[in-house]
């Protein structure tokens, strides 16, 4: 079982906290060509057939004309036996949001939608140099739920001008429209965005440490006590409404991607496409190579598992690491796992290690005390 992941590499304009790969150009036709001929020729040699998800992600799938979904998917099921229940996500702008395009993703197959509204705060929203207001994603989701039971909102904490009370805001709004999934990201500052310039000249500041923690504090507490499982660190769902898509990247799943910049993972190699459009469409059509690949050393596997798996709420499971590694981490790891027991970070549970919502806001730092 694997999932597909395509990306739709365009953007109507560039957002300051932004590094996905997208370009602000229109030649969206030629593009996805070269995508459904990369399907076509499957150029890294997948043998694994059956899929259980397909996801659009970006950049902004929802720019894109239905009929190039449509001929995606149709390419996707031609070339893969696609299950029948299969979950397939678009993420959607809130601009781009109306009821013809609603009906006619239903139409299509989608039966995910994934809407990046960020913050519900337009001052903090015209700093990320977002597309639309407040108002838009909240109408946007108004009329999603007219249409879709299962779709999911993304929001961020730690942006320039969040506060405790921005965040506090966030939530009332978000309880409020009760959707059955939400991932809120912590913003990182990441190298070549507006944002990164800008901080390096002392001409935005980032709201402090605590201050983020505090943020992060509100989240899982209003979540919760909403009926929202946090089933990994930024993704929260109502029972029943997990993405399936990224459960399997946690459950070591292979998944296949296409496009500019796509990843994918058999469970031997890492690949990755060439992050540049005009690069990866000549490249396809001359038949030539347009991914690089890395072989995974058993020691990064392992480290793999133990990085995605701290995150999620099932923990790290020392019977899967010995099973399918032969590694003991409780023995290889014990002093390290008992003073993060004791400074309450993580909790043990017979086999498993999970993170304990202080150690949710410390991860990075943990994973690196129990990683090989
Ligand atoms: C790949 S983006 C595409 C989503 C869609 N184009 C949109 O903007 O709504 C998916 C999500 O990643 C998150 N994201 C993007 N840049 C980020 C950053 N620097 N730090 C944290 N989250 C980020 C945003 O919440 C965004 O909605
Ligand atoms: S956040 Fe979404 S819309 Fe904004 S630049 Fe990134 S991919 Fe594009």
Redesign the pocket.
């Known amino acids: 079982m694997a999932g597909v992941y395509i990306h739709i590499p365009f ?1 109507k304009k560039a ?1 300051h ?4 790969h ?1 370009s602000t150009k229109k030649n969206y036709t030629v593009l996805v060509n070269a995508i459904l001929k990369e399907i076509e020729i499957n150029q890294k040699k997948f043998n694994n057939k059956n899929i259980s998800t397909i996801y659009f ?6 720019i894109i004309e239905n009929r190039h979904i449509q001929k995606i998917i149709t390419k996707v099921k031609n070339q893969y036996n696609v299950f029948k229940n299969c979950e397939i996500t678009l ?4 601009d781009d949001v109306n009821r013809e395009k609603l009906k006619n993703w239903n139409k299509i197959g989608i039966n995910r939608l ?5 913050t519900f705060d337009n001052n903090i929203l015209k700093k990320l140099n ?1 597309i639309h207001t407040a108002e838009m994603a909240i109408s946007a989701i108004e009329e999603i739920k007219k249409v879709y039971n299962n779709y999911s909102i ?3 904490f730690g942006t320039p001008g969040s506060t405790k009370k921005s965040i506090e805001n966030d939530l009332f709004i978000l309880k409020k429209l009760n959707p059955p999934h939400v ?1 809120i ?6 190298k070549r ?1 507006v ?1 990164y310039k800008l901080f390096k000249n002392n001409k935005i500041s980032l709201p402090n440490e605590n201050s983020v923690l505090s943020q992060y504090d509100l989240i899982l507490d209003k979540l919760e006590k909403s009926g929202y499982e946090n089933y990994e660190i930024s993704n929260f769902a109502k029972k029943g409404y997990h993405s399936r898509h990224n459960s399997n990247y946690w459950k070591d799943k292979e998944y296949i991607g296409y496009g500019p910049s796509a990843h994918s993972y058999n469970k031997k190699y890492r690949f990755w496409n060439i992050s540049d459009n005009k690069e990866y469409i000549r490249l396809i059509n001359k038949g030539i190579r347009v991914y690089e690949r890395e072989r995974l050393s058993p020691t990064e596997k392992i480290n793999e598992y133990i990085l995605t798996r701290i995150r999620t709420s099932k923990g790290v499971d020392q019977r899967d690491l010995l099973k399918k590694f032969r590694v003991d981490l409780f023995k290889d790891k014990f002093d390290d796992i008992k003073l993060l027991e004791k400074k309450n970070l993580v909790t043990i549970d017979k086999n498993q290690i999970k993170l304990t919502n202080t150690g949710k806001k410390l991860s990075d730092s943990i994973t690196e005390k129990i990683i090989y």
């Open positions: 953007c957002c906290y932004c590094n996905f997208f992600g970006g950049g902004t799938p929802s993420e959607v702008n809130p994934s809407l990046g509204v960020q977002r993304d929001l961020m991932s990201y912590n913003m990182t500052l990441e965005t944002f």
